[in-house]
């Protein structure tokens, strides 16, 4: 097991969030293609979340709070971010992007929600390791 151990995380929490990551990263897998003829970069920044969002299920299923849950939460985070960006400002070569309610955006902003907060929660628990010290007796 890793240094930031899994013990702590209930099977449920670890569960729903790789089930959480892993919708997330098959979302932006699955659109990659019609994001690519909007905009080369844009079509590989969903590839790489993608990519990244398995990547970081893979170190929650194993119990590594850095590259597992950081990364996811870094993934999700950046999604979101990404998603409000592309519909506010817009992104270059691209402008702004009208359709805030698609099925598939509202769909990923809802699971990557859930994520992000399920990590913030997680990342927030401070894990005590106490030492191997045996007891004190009264006996001296």
Request: hydrophobic share 55%; proline share 5%.
């Amino acid at each position: 097991m890793n240094s930031d151990s899994k013990a702590a995380i209930p099977s449920i929490i670890m569960g729903a969030a790789i089930a959480l990551i892993v919708v997330t990263g098959l979302i932006h897998l699955v659109t990659a293609p019609e994001n690519f003829d909007e905009a080369a970069y844009k079509g590989m920044m969903f590839m790489v979340n993608g990519v990244a969002a398995l990547i970081a299920a893979a170190g929650i299923y194993r119990g590594s709070k850095t590259w597992g849950w950081g990364l996811g939460l870094l993934v999700a985070g950046g999604a979101i971010v990404m998603y409000v960006v592309s519909r506010t400002i817009g992104l270059p070569g691209i402008g702004i992007d009208d359709a805030w309610f698609e099925p598939i955006g509202v769909l990923s902003l809802l699971v990557e929600g859930i994520y992000v907060v399920l990590a913030i929660k997680v990342l927030g628990q401070r894990q005590s390791i106490a030492p191997n010290i045996p007891p004190l007796t009264a006996a001296g």
